[in-house]
Each structure stands twice: as structure tokens, then as C-alpha cells.
């Protein structure tokens, strides 16, 4: 039996740091000019940046990767949002046993910036880190609405946004695996296992993918091998990038 260390959780989040990357949430040091909330990214209510955060993440995304159609963009920014969603929340139920409630009404999101600067817990309340709670707090009330958004404002198959979901999802839990084994915490590394396993079997994330051990083999492409220099991922359903359509493969 693996015996399972806790720490308080912390204002600060401050067990997250030594994990780094997308992991890391900040609680503190907001910068002063008005961020939105992702609440009101998904939303998209309005034109202006500070209103439509999403589009504007989607256009430095394409600039950047030089994407040939919003939709790829679209993909690459989604998962990376999913990726720090996932992080923060694993590495919490991980470390601390509890995870803070990421309602999105207290998520402040920079779409200029980039992980781990660009996302703002104003308030941290924790809750039960079992795989019910981190359902709710991340797939319920994240990846549920940017799907939707995703879906309608730039024709992205659902199916290929859940798989990108669950290759985030397996990837977090694969970095903090290792993180755990050496740094002397197979009891972090365990809790992370059982969690993923559990989420993985959730209705919205189930087929989309195989885990074996701590690798995950999706179902479907997240497109970013049709960038210019691009390639398969690591977890692709591809052994090859195909010359045809990858709508069959995106879900």
C-alpha cells in the first residue's frame, strides 16, 4: 500500500512550482491593466480583445505557426489552455489532496501572454480532489464551453477537441509521473495514475484514445501536422502524416 502525503493547500499554490511549465498557476500579481476572465472567453460577447480573448489567442496562435486555416490554430490553442487546465488541477489532487475551485468566473486570462503568465487564480477555495470534483471543475466547466465555442465560431470537430483534451489530460499525468519517481514520491505518481484512469473513462473522454502504463495513444489528429514544418505527435493517431483530408481522423 502506498501511503499518501499531503500538504495544506496553500494561498500561493507554491507545491506547483517545482513542476513547472503549465503546471504552475498563479495566485498572486495580476498585472494592473483589465484582464477577462475565461468565463468571458467563452462567452465571446463582444469584439474588442479584452471581450473576445479567445479569437484574439487563435489569430497569435495561426500568426505564429503560420497556419494555413484557422481551424489548426484553433486546435493548438485549445489544448494548450486544456493543458494548463489539467496541470494545475493534477498536480493539486496530486500534492495536496485538494484541488482550488477554477470556476472560470476566477480565471484571469492574458491571451497576449503565454504559460505559465498568462493565467490568474483570484481566489483560491479548496475542494475534494477526487475524479468526480476535477470532472466538474476542469471538463464541465472549462472544456465543455470552449468546445462549444470552438465548434461554432470556427468549425472545429468536436470529436477532434476532446481528443486533444485527453492527450492533455494523459500528457500532464505523464510529466508529473516522472516528476514524482525522481523526486522520491510514488505516492504523487499513484494518485496521479488513478485520477487519470478515472477521467479517462468519463463519458466525454472515453474513446478517445488508449492509455497503456503512462502513454497514450489518441484516436484522433489534432491537426498540427498540416503546419508548415510540422509533424505527427508523440500520441498521434498516425504513424505517417497523410497526404488526404484529415477530417476522418479529427473526430
Aim: glycine share 8%.
Amino acid at each position: 500500500m502506498v501511503l499518501l502525503l499531503f500538504v495544506e493547500i496553500d494561498p500561493d499554490l507554491a507545491a506547483l512550482r517545482p513542476l513547472g511549465g503549465f503546471f504552475v498557476l498563479r495566485t498572486t500579481g495580476v498585472p494592473h491593466r483589465p484582464l477577462p476572465t475565461l468565463a468571458e472567453a467563452y462567452a465571446g460577447t463582444a469584439s474588442d480583445v479584452c471581450r473576445n480573448p479567445l479569437t484574439f489567442r487563435i489569430r497569435k496562435v495561426a500568426d505564429a505557426l503560420h497556419a494555413p486555416e484557422p481551424r489548426i490554430a484553433a486546435s493548438v490553442a485549445q489544448q494548450g489552455l486544456a493543458a494548463q487546465l489539467w496541470s494545475a488541477a493534477l498536480g493539486c489532487a496530486a500534492l495536496y489532496g485538494r484541488v482550488p475551485d477554477l470556476d472560470p468566473r476566477l480565471l484571469r486570462w492574458d491571451p497576449d501572454g503565454s504559460a505559465p503568465d498568462d493565467l490568474w487564480l483570484t481566489e483560491v477555495r479548496p475542494l475534494p480532489a477526487d475524479a468526480a470534483t476535477l470532472a466538474e471543475t476542469v471538463l464541465h466547466a472549462h472544456l465543455e464551453p470552449l468546445t462549444a465555442a470552438l465548434h461554432t465560431r470556427h468549425r472545429v470537430a468536436p470529436g477532434l477537441l476532446w481528443g486533444n483534451a485527453a492527450s492533455a489530460l494523459a500528457g500532464a499525468a505523464r510529466q508529473l509521473d516522472l516528476w514524482a519517481r525522481s523526486n522520491g514520491r510514488p505516492e504523487a505518481a499513484a494518485r496521479a495514475r488513478t485520477l487519470t484512469t478515472a477521467l479517462l473513462g468519463h463519458p466525454r473522454l472515453a474513446g478517445t484514445g488508449t492509455l497503456t502504463g503512462t502513454a497514450f495513444r489518441r484516436r484522433s489528429c489534432c491537426l498540427y501536422y498540416r503546419v508548415p514544418g510540422g509533424g505527427l505527435c508523440g500520441d498521434c493517431c498516425f504513424t505517417r502524416p497523410p497526404r488526404s483530408s484529415p477530417d476522418a481522423a479529427s473526430g
